[in-house]
């Protein structure tokens, strides 16, 4: 029996025993691969619970796989069968006449030290077999996380993909009249739940980005009256200075050991570059020695190259170097102008946002340049962030007087507006949570 302890945030989870495990050749599959996938109809049931919080879960498990663009859920109107026994196999018949061709129950109860039990399985209703199944414990807390693992489990075991859902964003809210905007860091659940402020908004603060192994954060402030990039403890509020650098600091980004910062530097020429800085010895390295203005800065998940974007060539294009400053070489040759290069964790695109034809756009291309694809347009919209999969993006968006965040999948045809309480720019997707 595998046992798994998550301590920082009181999740642990069990692997259920299942009755005729689902083989290799699961009939029930996702090729997230392909350029059109059709959703896949699946009947996700209430989890049985004597207090309504089964429901609850299921329907966060509903919202984020139908999200994800890959799933259909059937309305629960449509089902025929009433799941009295989670634990027993359900009556496939019923369930195939519906077309739901997965299938989730589940059930939510009360331990004796106060914790709540989890656990769901999931059906291929066609094959009339289960595929896998789960139970978690978690305390009040983190209820919703552990829907969100549950989701998780469901994607990865249909898709073959890890999901994206048991994760936050963080980004600035902004919130008052426009001439007069108050902005503060904020964080929040990746579905807009759980916002929880970081900064009380008498300082500007802009482009907050998440170290790939810790819960901390990278931001600007203008709390000295000149832009300076702080390093935020998520869970302490520890906060510290990264570097008191002569001229404007701007856009950092940790590497992927989180051991150094890459930004952008503003010297009193007009010029700025692209510095590393390890945050341990505090040492500083100038990766770009340009007249022009480099910025952006953005590591492959290997750590081994950076892309950024210069107008050294009369405009803004993306540009890709050795992680040591080598090799800068030029990949984007599209009219517009281009910027926030963000490379994929997969290493396989880099994410851009497009200024051309006075829209803004949203666009993938591969590391070399080639195969660029657009897959949002609109009035004033900027600055991707990738889920951690891979396979989704978010990015801010103004309309009706202020900014709020989307998010679009790689096919560009599932767009979804991110509720949030105020306006909000600048997100920032975290790592899957441990």
Known sequence: ???ILKPLLMVATMALGSMAVMPAWALVEINVNKGNVE???IAITDFQSGDGLGAQISGIVTADLKRSGLFAPIDKSAFIEKIANPDAAPRFDDWKVINAQALVTGSVSKEADGRIRAQYRLWDTFAGQQMSGEQFFANDANQRRVAHIIADAIYERLTGEKGYFDTRVVFIDESGAKNARKKR???MDQDGANVRYLSDGRAIVLTPRFSPNRQEITYMSYESGQPR???LQIETGQRELVGNFPGMTFAPRFSPDGQKVIMSLLRDDGNSNIFAMDLRSRSTTRLTNSTAIDTSPSYSPDGSKVVFTSDRGGRAQIYVMGADGSGQTRISFGDGVYS????????????FTK?????FQIGVMKTDGSGERILSSGFQQEGPTWAPNGRVLMFFRDSAG???LVSVDLTGR???????????????WSPLLE
């Open 1 to 3: 029996m595998k046992f």
């Open 39 to 41: 959703p896949l109809p």
């Open 185 to 187: 860091l904020a964080i």
């Open 229 to 231: 990039v702080y390093l």
């Open 340 to 351: 926030t290069p963000v490379w994929s964790p997969r290493g396989d695109l880099i994410a």
């Open 355 to 359: 200024q051309t034809g006075g829209e």
């Open 402 to 404: 202020g900014p709020k």
């Open 414 to 428: 599932n767009e979804q507006s991110i509720p949030t309480a105020n306006f909000a720019s600048d997100p920032a």
